[in-house]
Nanobody
Framework: QVQLVESGGGLVQPGGSLRLSCVVS????????VGWYRQDRAKERELVAR????????NYADSVKGRFTISRDNAKNTVYLQMNSLNSEDTAVYYC??????????WGQGTQVTVSS
């Protein structure tokens, strides 16, 4: 049973920063990649960023390029999403999405990010 622990969400003012964390159970090398998705109310869930575990390459949604950075700490089995210059459009529930080596996706419970003054 894969367990994911997400943390780091909260309320932040426009222009502020947050760092989300996703701790995966077992070795992080059990996954080919880990992504962060977000979903706000009636909108579709969208991919924010994804990192390849072996190699570390990453890709980002156009809306967050230059503001968000995804990274991993292999020793801590943790993937981070550093979010800077936040604005109201970033308000959403953020979900961690590790993908197993055979392609099976897993989902965390989500963490709420609210950007508001």
């Amino acid at each position: 049973q894969v367990q994911l622990v997400e943390s780091g969400g909260g309320l932040v003012q426009p222009g502020g920063s947050l760092r989300l964390s996703c701790v995966v159970s077992g070795s992080i090398f059990s996954y080919s990649s880990v992504g962060w998705y977000r979903q706000d109310r009636a909108k579709e869930r969208e991919l924010v960023a994804r990192i390849i575990i072996r190699g570390g390459s990453a890709n980002y949604a156009d809306s967050v390029k230059g503001r968000f950075t995804i990274s991993r700490d292999n020793a801590k089995n943790t993937v981070y999403l550093q979010m800077n210059s936040l604005n109201s459009e970033d308000t959403a529930v953020y979900y961690c999405n590790p993908v197993g080596l055979l392609g099976k996706p897993f989902w965390g419970q989500g963490t709420q990010v609210t950007v508001s003054s």
